[in-house]
């Protein structure tokens, strides 16, 4: 037989068998897929907390300070779902990301570096926004918003100018930055304040992008003694082109991160852990779930510098390091291996 006949809304309908057979398969696979789709789907609670972070780009500080943020919350016991976007070192994209955030209703958004926690300060006003490891959180016009909160990592650029000193006893520091983020060019204007007081001269160059940076060191690497490098996301994220630079030259490299270090010609960092950091940023949030309001704990400001010393590139610059800076390095490289005690 060809044909079956059916009922439908009380009128009889006959199609072909084969097409029978077709629909029953079809609806079939409909309610499998549906079935499945329910046994995978996530189970929601009303604890659980819905989470944005919005990095501004991959290098090692942010990575750990993304993990470090995780980590802190998960040891807490917080029962949070995380949506993790890159914005590649792009304005716009972070200002897309924050939109996001805003259409999925994330409960708490966090911005890891300045420019992501700018955009999401624009979009938010009604639910908390962290930032991590902001520099110049009053630069970045992050300060006295009353959802607004997080953690900084202000550069002690002092300490800094004095170690170069006393290393090197440089009359020129070249300094590359990008003048389009925020704490980039905070650091340049407040380095070349303590230069100028100092009658020490200030070579800078700025960029807008990490593929710049190797040009911009190059354009300024034979008028200057040293090369000073602060926590500037973009150039920091090219640091290996701008060490590359640098040794080639037989200029030392200071920094003022030690843990995009590794794997470059950087003479001595020194900063702060930026996975400690994570930790810190995460314990704000959690601080936010428990009732704190953003007013009530502004900005938390990182303590305990760190020293990394690659005494490859001391050797080879034929740099002496003082026994008391050395005692106090937590990574003291040689032969690519951390040899501190």
């Known amino acids: 037989?060809?044909?079956?006949?059916?009922?439908?809304?009380?009128?009889?309908?006959?199609?072909?068998?084969?097409?029978?057979?077709?629909?029953?398969?079809?609806?079939t696979l409909l309610l499998a897929a549906l079935f499945l789709s329910a046994q995978a789907a996530p189970e929601s609670t009303d604890d659980t907390v819905m989470i944005g972070i919005s990095q501004l780009m991959a290098h090692p500080a942010l990575d750990n300070i993304e993990q470090g943020i995780r980590d802190a919350l998960e040891s807490e016991g917080v029962n949070a779902v995380f949506d993790t976007q890159n914005a590649n070192g792009d304005v716009s994209t972070a200002a897309s990301i924050a939109q996001l955030f805003r259409t999925e209703d994330c409960d708490i958004v966090v911005g890891i570096a300045t420019p992501t926690a700018q955009a999401l300060a624009n979009v938010f006003d009604d639910r908390p926004v962290v930032f991590a490891t902001v520099t110049d959180v009053e630069a970045a016009g992050l300060s006295g918003l009353s959802n607004v909160c997080g953690s900084s990592d202000a550069v002690p650029f002092e300490e800094h100018f004095a170690l170069i000193e006393r290393l090197t006893g440089a009359q020129s520091i070249g300094m590359v930055y990008t003048a389009g983020e925020a704490n980039?060019?905070?650091?340049?204007?407040?380095?070349?304040?303590?230069?100028?007081?100092?009658?020490?001269?200030?070579?800078?160059?700025?960029?807008?992008?990490?593929?710049?940076?190797?040009?911009?060191?190059?354009?300024?690497?034979?008028?200057?003694?040293?090369?000073?490098?602060?926590?500037?996301?973009?150039?920091?994220?090219?640091?290996?082109?701008?060490?590359?630079?640098c040794l080639e030259n037989s200029v030392p490299l200071f920094s003022a991160d030690t843990t995009s270090s590794f794997d470059s010609d950087v003479f001595i960092a020194c900063g702060f852990n930026y996975y400690k950091s994570g930790l810190l940023t995460g314990q704000i949030v959690k601080r936010l779930l428990a009732g704190e309001s953003p007013e009530e704990i502004g900005t938390v400001y990182?303590?305990?510098?760190?020293?990394?010393?690659?005494?490859?590139?001391?050797?080879?610059?034929?740099?002496?390091?003082?026994?008391?800076?050395?005692?106090?390095?937590?990574?003291?490289?040689?032969?690519?291996?951390?040899?501190?005690?």
């Open 184 to 245: 980039g060019l905070a650091s340049m204007e407040a380095m070349k304040a303590i230069c100028e007081a100092a009658g020490v001269e200030l070579v800078s160059a700025s960029v807008s992008n990490s593929s710049e940076v190797r040009q911009a060191a190059q354009s300024i690497i034979n008028r200057v003694d040293a090369v000073y490098v602060a926590n500037d996301n973009t150039v920091i994220s090219a640091v290996s082109s701008l060490s590359d630079v």
């Open 1 to 27: 037989m060809k044909y079956v006949s059916i009922y439908s809304n009380n009128h009889l309908v006959t199609i072909r068998r084969n097409a029978m057979k077709k629909l029953v398969l079809t609806l």
């Open 302 to 341: 990182l303590t305990d510098l760190e020293y990394y010393i690659n005494l490859d590139v001391a050797d080879e610059l034929g740099i002496s390091v003082p026994e008391d800076i050395i005692e106090n390095a937590v990574y003291l490289m040689r032969d690519g291996v951390n040899t501190a005690q």
